[in-house]
C-alpha cells in the first residue's frame, strides 16, 4: 500500500501547477474562453512543448506516461486552472488510435503529441443521452469505399479540428454494442458539416453532420463492427481524466469559499465563525476526500480487466458528478450575492464543475451502469 | 517522435508507484489473521454476530480470552506490557478481518481506552496492577465520562470527588452521576472523570478516578433503549470512598487524559470492516427478497439505494486506506479521524437502513425472543427480519456517541479548516 505518486509524477505535477499558476492566470483564462476560437494556439503549443500531452501516452505510443496516474495527475492539474485546451479530446482519441490503429493511423500521433495535429470525439448524438451503445449514424459500405450519414453532438473544439474520431452503425439494431465501427474523418471531407458554439463554462464545441461522406478503407479505425471495445476504453481515459480534472477544480473552490469565509464580515465578525456554515463547509470538505479516494480508485483500475475498469470509472464519475455539483452550488451559496458574479473566479470553477456532470455521462447514468455492471 | 519536452525527462530508476494493494508482508500477516481466525474463532459466535443476535457476558469474555491467549487482545499496546507491537496498517487489517469473519467486537474500555492512558500517565504500580488484570479479564472496566448535564459539553462534568484523610489512609468521596455507560451491568470497574476544583477554568478542575464498583455506595441502574436492548446503564455515586492511590496522574490534569484517551486509536473508527459485513449481509438478503416478481436487488430503486452506498464504502475504504497510510510511521490521525467518523457512521446508518427497508412488512414483527440464545421457536418471516428494525434503530447511536458527528465537524472547522 502506498499513497505517494513517484518522483517523476511529483515533478510532472508541479511543473504543470507552476506553469498554470503564472501562464494561466484568471484573467487570461477568461479571454481565452470567451475567444472566438475558444481556445488559445500559443498556449497549447506550449504546453506540448512542457510535454503535457505526452505525458499521457505510453512509450510505445510516444509518449512517457500513459497510466491511469499520469492522466489523473495531468487533468488535476488542468482543473486547478480551468485549462480549456482541447486535452480531453486528445487523450480520447489518441488511446483509440493507440489501441486500434494501424501503422499509418499510429504515424499520426506524433502530431497529437506536439499538438501540430488537433482532433475530437463525435460519438455523442442528439437522442443518445450518454448511452454508450447507441450509435444511429450510419455507414454504408459500397466496394472498398463507405457512406457516412448521421449527426454528433457537442463535439468538443469541434470547428477546429483536424479530424474527428467518429462511431457509425454499421450492423446491429440503434443500441447494439456490435455493429459500432469506428472512423477517423478529416474535418474538410466533402458532406461534413460544423456548426460551432460557445459553451457556458468556457472555450467551443460543435454540431457536426454527415451528409454522404464518402471514405476509404483507410478511414477505418480497427475493424469493422468490433469498435465498441475500443470506444468503450478510450472514452473510459477519458472519464478519468474529467474526474481528475473536477478534484483539481473542487480543491480550488474549496480554498476560495474558505479564504471568504475567513475574511468576509458581517455582524461584526467573519461569517466563518458561524457554525452553520462551518459545518456545511466541513460537509464540503469530507466530500472532496471522497471524490480523492474515487479518482484514486479509477486511476490504479484503468489497467484491470473490463467490468473492474469500467465499475470503477463509473463509481468515479458518479461521485464525481454528486460531489462536484454540490461543491459548485454551495460554493456559490457560501459566498453570498458576489458569488453571482462573472468577475468572481470561483463562479466559472461552479460551472466547469456542473458541466463536467454533463460530459461522457452524468451522476445517474453512471449509477445505473454501476448497478448493470455488477449483475453482468 | 515527439520524446521532447522538459517533463519526458524522467529518470529511468525503478520508483515505488502508488499502489492500492497491501505489500507481501502485509498479504502475509492478513493470511496469518485469516488462518487465526478459521482456527480459533467459534462458529457459534459467528453466527451470532453475522445473524445480529445479542451477545453475553460470557460471549464477549470468551472472545476476549481466545484473543489473549493469541497475544492479540491488546493490539495497540507496546510490546513490553503485553500488545503484539502491530503497525497501524496491521491494526487495520486486524480490525476489518475480524468484523468480515463475524468475530465479536472487542470491548473497548480496558484494553482500548484505559490501557493506552495508563501507559503513558499511569504510576508503576498503577501499571502493574491494572493492565495484566485488563488481559486476563480479571477486570471489566466501563467508561465513567458523560453525565446527564454533560454530553457533548463534556468538560462541564459535576460529579465531585473532595480529598480526605481517615484511619484508613488519604481518599476522595465521589458523589454523582454517570449516564450512558456502555455494558456498566457488566463491569466491576470504571474509570471516572470527576471534579477535584470549581474556581478554575472548568477543564482545569477535572480529575481522572479509577473507582471499583463494588464500593458502597455505587448503584448501576439500567437503561432500555428503543431497541429494547440493555446496553447503558446510569450509574450513581453516593458518599463512595476512593484510596487517592486510584487517581491517575495529577490531580486537575485528568482533561489531558480525557483527551488523549479519544484520539489515541482511531484507525478503526470509520468502521469500514463491518460495514462490509453488513453490506455483503443486505446483498444476500436483497437476493431473496422479491418486488414486483423480481428480485430486490434487480428493483431499480433499490438498487439505485444499495449501489449509492456502496460507491460510498469504496471510497471511504480508500480514504481511510489514506490515513492510515499517512499515519503508517507511527503517529497519530488528527482531525482527519473526525472525517472518518462523520462519514463512517453515516455509511453504517445507510447499510443498516436499506437492510431494514428489505424486509418489507417484516421490519415489523418484535420478537425479541429470537435475538436470544437458545430460541426455537419459528422465525416470523424471513431469517434476518427478526434484527433488521432492531439493529438499524440500535446504529442510530453511531452518530451520536464517541463524540457526536455535529461535534466532529466542529473540530474539523477548528483544526483542518482554521474557522
Same mark, same amino acid.
Given at each position: 500500500?502506498?499513497?505517494?505518486?513517484?518522483?517523476?509524477?511529483?515533478?510532472?505535477?508541479?511543473?504543470?501547477?507552476?506553469?498554470?499558476?503564472?501562464?494561466?492566470?484568471?484573467?487570461?483564462?477568461?479571454?481565452?474562453?470567451?475567444?472566438?476560437?475558444?481556445?488559445?494556439?500559443?498556449?497549447?503549443?506550449?504546453?506540448?512543448?512542457?510535454?503535457?500531452?505526452?505525458?499521457?501516452?505510453?512509450?510505445?505510443?510516444?509518449?512517457?506516461?500513459?497510466?491511469?496516474?499520469?492522466?489523473?495527475?495531468?487533468?488535476?492539474? =488542468? *482543473?486547478?486552472?480551468? @485549462?480549456?485546451?482541447?486535452? !480531453?479530446?486528445?487523450? #480520447?482519441?489518441?488511446?483509440?488510435? /493507440? $489501441?486500434?490503429?494501424?501503422?499509418?493511423?499510429?504515424?499520426?500521433?506524433?502530431?497529437?503529441?506536439?499538438?501540430?495535429?488537433?482532433?475530437?470525439?463525435?460519438?455523442?448524438?442528439?437522442?443518445?443521452?450518454?448511452?454508450?451503445?447507441?450509435?444511429?449514424?450510419?455507414?454504408?459500405?459500397?466496394?472498398?469505399?463507405?457512406?457516412?450519414?448521421?449527426?454528433?453532438?457537442?463535439?468538443?473544439?469541434?470547428?477546429?479540428?483536424?479530424?474527428?474520431?467518429?462511431?457509425?452503425?454499421?450492423?446491429?439494431?440503434?443500441?447494439?454494442?456490435?455493429?459500432?465501427?469506428?472512423?477517423?474523418?478529416?474535418?474538410?471531407?466533402?458532406?461534413?458539416?460544423?456548426?460551432?458554439?460557445?459553451?457556458?463554462?468556457?472555450?467551443?464545441?460543435?454540431?457536426?453532420?454527415?451528409?454522404?461522406?464518402?471514405?476509404?478503407?483507410?478511414?477505418? =479505425? *480497427?475493424?469493422?463492427? @468490433?469498435?465498441?471495445?475500443? !470506444?468503450?476504453?478510450? #472514452?473510459?481515459?477519458?472519464?478519468? /481524466? $474529467?474526474?481528475?480534472?473536477?478534484?483539481?477544480?473542487?480543491?480550488?473552490?474549496?480554498?476560495?469559499?474558505?479564504?471568504?469565509?475567513?475574511?468576509?464580515?458581517?455582524?461584526?465578525?467573519?461569517?466563518?465563525?458561524?457554525?452553520?456554515?462551518?459545518?456545511?463547509?466541513?460537509?464540503?470538505?469530507?466530500?472532496?476526500?471522497?471524490?480523492?479516494?474515487?479518482?484514486?480508485?479509477?486511476?490504479?483500475?484503468?489497467?484491470?480487466?473490463?467490468?473492474?475498469?469500467?465499475?470503477?470509472?463509473?463509481?468515479?464519475?458518479?461521485?464525481?458528478?454528486?460531489?462536484?455539483?454540490?461543491?459548485?452550488?454551495?460554493?456559490?451559496?457560501?459566498?453570498?450575492?458576489?458569488?453571482?458574479?462573472?468577475?468572481?473566479?470561483?463562479?466559472?470553477?461552479?460551472?466547469?464543475?456542473?458541466?463536467?456532470?454533463?460530459?461522457?455521462?452524468?451522476?445517474?447514468?453512471?449509477?445505473?451502469?454501476?448497478?448493470?455492471?455488477?449483475?453482468? | 517522435?515527439?520524446?521532447?519536452?522538459?517533463?519526458?525527462?524522467?529518470?529511468?530508476?525503478?520508483?515505488?508507484?502508488?499502489?492500492?494493494?497491501?505489500?507481501?508482508?502485509?498479504?502475509?500477516?492478513?493470511?496469518?489473521?485469516?488462518?487465526?481466525?478459521?482456527?480459533?474463532?467459534?462458529?457459534?459466535?459467528?453466527?451470532?454476530?453475522?445473524?445480529?443476535?445479542?451477545?453475553?457476558?460470557?460471549?464477549?469474555?470468551?472472545?476476549?480470552?481466545?484473543?489473549?491467549?493469541?497475544?492479540?487482545?491488546?493490539?495497540?499496546?507496546?510490546?513490553?506490557?503485553?500488545?503484539?507491537?502491530?503497525?497501524?496498517?496491521?491494526?487495520?487489517?486486524?480490525?476489518?478481518?475480524?468484523?468480515?469473519?463475524?468475530?465479536?467486537?472487542?470491548?473497548?474500555?480496558?484494553?482500548?481506552?484505559?490501557?493506552?492512558?495508563?501507559?503513558?500517565?499511569?504510576?508503576?504500580?498503577?501499571?502493574?496492577?491494572?493492565?495484566?488484570?485488563?488481559?486476563?479479564?480479571?477486570?471489566?472496566?466501563?467508561?465513567?465520562?458523560?453525565?446527564?448535564?454533560?454530553?457533548?459539553?463534556?468538560?462541564?462534568?459535576?460529579?465531585?470527588?473532595?480529598?480526605?484523610?481517615?484511619?484508613?489512609?488519604?481518599?476522595?468521596?465521589?458523589?454523582?452521576?454517570?449516564?450512558?455507560?456502555?455494558?456498566?451491568?457488566?463491569?466491576?470497574?470504571?474509570?471516572?472523570?470527576?471534579?477535584?476544583?470549581?474556581?478554575?477554568?472548568?477543564?482545569?478542575?477535572?480529575?481522572?478516578?479509577?473507582?471499583?464498583?463494588?464500593?458502597?455506595?455505587?448503584?448501576?441502574?439500567?437503561?432500555?433503549?428503543?431497541?429494547?436492548?440493555?446496553?447503558?446503564?446510569?450509574?450513581?455515586?453516593?458518599?463512595?470512598?476512593?484510596?487517592?492511590?486510584?487517581?491517575?496522574?495529577?490531580?486537575?490534569?485528568?482533561?489531558?487524559?480525557?483527551?488523549?484517551?479519544?484520539?489515541?486509536?482511531?484507525?478503526?473508527?470509520?468502521?469500514?470492516?463491518?460495514?462490509?459485513?453488513?453490506?455483503?449481509?443486505?446483498?444476500?438478503?436483497?437476493?431473496?427478497?422479491?418486488?414486483?416478481?423480481?428480485?430486490?436487488?434487480?428493483?431499480?430503486?433499490?438498487?439505485?439505494?444499495?449501489?449509492?452506498?456502496?460507491?460510498?464504502?469504496?471510497?471511504?475504504?480508500?480514504?481511510?486506506?489514506?490515513?492510515?497510510?499517512?499515519?503508517?510511521?507511527?503517529?497519530?490521525?488528527?482531525?482527519?479521524?473526525?472525517?472518518?467518523?462523520?462519514?463512517?457512521?453515516?455509511?453504517?446508518?445507510?447499510?443498516?437502513?436499506?437492510?431494514?427497508?428489505?424486509?418489507?412488512?417484516?421490519?415489523?414483527?418484535?420478537?425479541?425472543?429470537?435475538?436470544?440464545?437458545?430460541?426455537?421457536?419459528?422465525?416470523?418471516?424471513?431469517?434476518?427480519?427478526?434484527?433488521?428494525?432492531?439493529?438499524?434503530?440500535?446504529?442510530?447511536?453511531?452518530?451520536?456517541?464517541?463524540?457526536?458527528?455535529?461535534?466532529?465537524?466542529?473540530?474539523?472547522?477548528?483544526?483542518?479548516?482554521?474557522?
Amino acid at each position: 500500500m502506498n499513497f505517494q505518486h513517484t518522483e517523476d509524477r511529483r515533478m510532472l505535477a508541479d511543473t504543470l501547477n507552476r506553469f498554470v499558476t503564472e501562464q494561466y492566470r484568471f484573467d487570461t483564462r477568461d479571454r481565452i474562453a470567451r475567444s472566438v476560437q475558444g481556445f488559445s494556439s500559443d498556449l497549447w503549443n506550449r504546453f506540448a512543448e512542457l510535454g503535457v500531452i505526452g505525458a499521457l501516452f505510453d512509450e510505445a505510443d510516444g509518449g512517457f506516461g500513459g497510466g491511469g496516474f499520469d492522466i489523473a495527475v495531468v487533468f488535476e492539474s =488542468l *482543473g486547478r486552472g480551468l @485549462v480549456v485546451e482541447p486535452f !480531453l479530446d486528445t487523450l #480520447i482519441v489518441g488511446r483509440a488510435i /493507440a $489501441l486500434s490503429g494501424n501503422d499509418a493511423q499510429r504515424a499520426t500521433l506524433g502530431a497529437l503529441i506536439d499538438g501540430s495535429r488537433i482532433v475530437a470525439l463525435a460519438h455523442g448524438e442528439p437522442d443518445s443521452h450518454y448511452e454508450l451503445s447507441r450509435v444511429t449514424t450510419r455507414a454504408q459500405r459500397s466496394g472498398d469505399m463507405w457512406q457516412l450519414n448521421g449527426a454528433k453532438a457537442v463535439v468538443q473544439h469541434g470547428e477546429h479540428a483536424s479530424h474527428f474520431l467518429v462511431s457509425a452503425r454499421t450492423a446491429g439494431a440503434d443500441d447494439a454494442q456490435e455493429g459500432v465501427t469506428l472512423f477517423l474523418v478529416p474535418r474538410d471531407a466533402k458532406g461534413v458539416g460544423v456548426r460551432g458554439y460557445r459553451k457556458i463554462d468556457g472555450g467551443r464545441a460543435a454540431e457536426v453532420t454527415f451528409d454522404n461522406v464518402t471514405l476509404g478503407g483507410d478511414a477505418l =479505425l *480497427g475493424a469493422a463492427g @468490433v469498435g465498441f471495445a475500443t !470506444l468503450e476504453y478510450a #472514452i473510459g481515459c477519458g472519464v478519468l /481524466a $474529467l474526474c481528475a480534472e473536477a478534484l483539481g477544480a473542487m480543491d480550488v473552490a474549496k480554498d476560495h469559499t474558505l479564504d471568504y469565509l475567513r475574511t468576509r464580515k458581517q455582524f461584526g465578525v467573519p461569517i466563518g465563525s458561524f457554525q452553520a456554515l462551518q459545518h456545511r463547509m466541513a460537509d464540503l470538505l469530507l466530500e472532496i476526500e471522497q471524490a480523492r479516494s474515487a479518482v484514486i480508485n479509477a486511476a490504479a483500475a484503468l489497467g484491470a480487466e473490463r467490468r473492474v475498469r469500467e465499475r470503477a470509472l463509473s463509481a468515479a464519475k458518479y461521485s464525481i458528478g454528486r460531489i462536484g455539483t454540490r461543491v459548485a452550488e454551495e460554493c456559490i451559496q457560501l459566498h453570498g450575492g458576489i458569488g453571482m458574479t462573472w468577475e468572481l473566479p470561483l463562479a466559472h470553477y461552479a460551472k466547469r464543475l456542473v458541466m463536467i456532470d454533463h460530459q461522457l455521462g452524468d451522476e445517474d447514468h453512471h449509477l445505473e451502469r454501476f448497478v448493470a455492471l455488477g449483475a453482468a | 517522435m515527439a520524446r521532447t519536452g522538459p517533463l519526458s525527462a524522467h529518470s529511468d530508476t525503478e520508483q515505488p508507484a502508488m499502489d492500492l494493494n497491501f505489500t507481501p508482508e502485509e498479504e502475509a500477516f492478513r493470511a496469518d489473521v485469516l488462518a487465526f481466525l478459521r482456527d480459533r474463532l467459534p462458529q457459534r459466535l459467528a453466527d451470532k454476530v453475522h445473524g445480529g443476535r445479542r451477545l453475553t457476558r460470557d460471549d464477549m469474555a470468551e472472545w476476549h480470552a481466545i484473543l489473549n491467549a493469541q497475544g492479540w487482545l491488546a493490539n495497540h499496546w507496546p510490546k513490553e506490557y503485553g500488545g503484539p507491537d502491530w503497525n497501524s496498517v496491521q491494526k487495520f487489517i486486524f480490525e476489518n478481518e475480524c468484523a468480515l469473519a463475524g468475530a465479536p467486537r472487542v470491548v473497548p474500555f480496558g484494553v482500548n481506552m484505559l490501557g493506552p492512558v495508563l501507559i503513558k500517565y499511569g504510576s508503576e504500580a498503577q501499571k502493574r496492577h491494572w493492565l495484566p488484570r485488563i488481559l486476563d479479564g480479571s477486570d471489566w472496566w466501563c467508561q465513567g465520562y458523560s453525565e446527564p448535564g454533560a454530553g457533548s459539553d463534556l468538560a462541564s462534568v459535576k460529579t465531585s470527588a473532595v480529598r480526605g484523610i481517615d484511619a484508613q489512609g488519604e481518599h476522595y468521596i465521589v458523589n454523582g452521576q454517570k449516564t450512558w455507560t456502555t455494558l456498566g451491568h457488566y463491569a466491576n470497574m470504571i474509570f471516572c472523570l470527576v471534579r477535584t476544583a470549581t474556581d478554575v477554568r472548568k477543564q482545569e478542575g477535572i480529575s481522572f478516578l479509577l473507582i471499583d464498583m463494588n464500593t458502597p455506595g455505587v448503584e448501576v441502574r439500567p437503561i432500555i433503549t428503543l431497541d429494547g436492548e440493555h446496553e447503558v446503564n446510569e450509574v450513581f455515586f453516593t458518599d463512595v470512598r476512593v484510596p487517592t492511590a486510584n487517581l491517575v496522574g495529577e490531580e486537575n490534569k485528568g482533561w489531558t487524559y480525557a483527551k488523549y484517551l479519544l484520539t489515541y486509536e482511531r484507525t478503526n473508527i470509520a468502521g469500514v470492516g463491518f460495514s462490509v459485513a453488513a453490506f455483503n449481509c443486505l446483498r444476500n438478503i436483497a437476493a431473496k427478497q422479491r418486488r414486483n416478481g423480481k428480485p430486490l436487488a434487480q428493483d431499480p430503486a433499490f438498487a439505485a439505494r444499495m449501489a449509492r452506498v456502496e460507491i460510498d464504502l469504496e471510497n471511504m475504504k480508500t480514504t481511510n486506506l489514506r490515513v492510515i497510510a499517512a499515519v503508517a510511521g507511527g503517529g497519530v490521525p488528527g482531525a482527519e479521524s473526525s472525517m472518518l467518523k462523520i462519514r463512517g457512521t453515516e455509511i453504517r446508518q445507510e447499510i443498516s437502513s436499506l437492510t431494514r427497508r428489505a424486509m418489507g412488512q417484516y421490519a415489523q414483527p418484535f420478537v425479541e425472543e429470537a435475538l436470544h440464545d437458545g430460541f426455537e421457536g419459528t422465525p416470523v418471516g424471513p431469517d434476518e427480519a427478526a434484527s433488521a428494525a432492531s439493529l438499524y434503530f440500535n446504529n442510530r447511536k453511531l452518530s451520536i456517541f464517541g463524540g457526536s458527528n455535529e461535534i466532529q465537524k466542529n473540530i474539523i472547522s477548528k483544526m483542518i479548516l482554521g474557522l
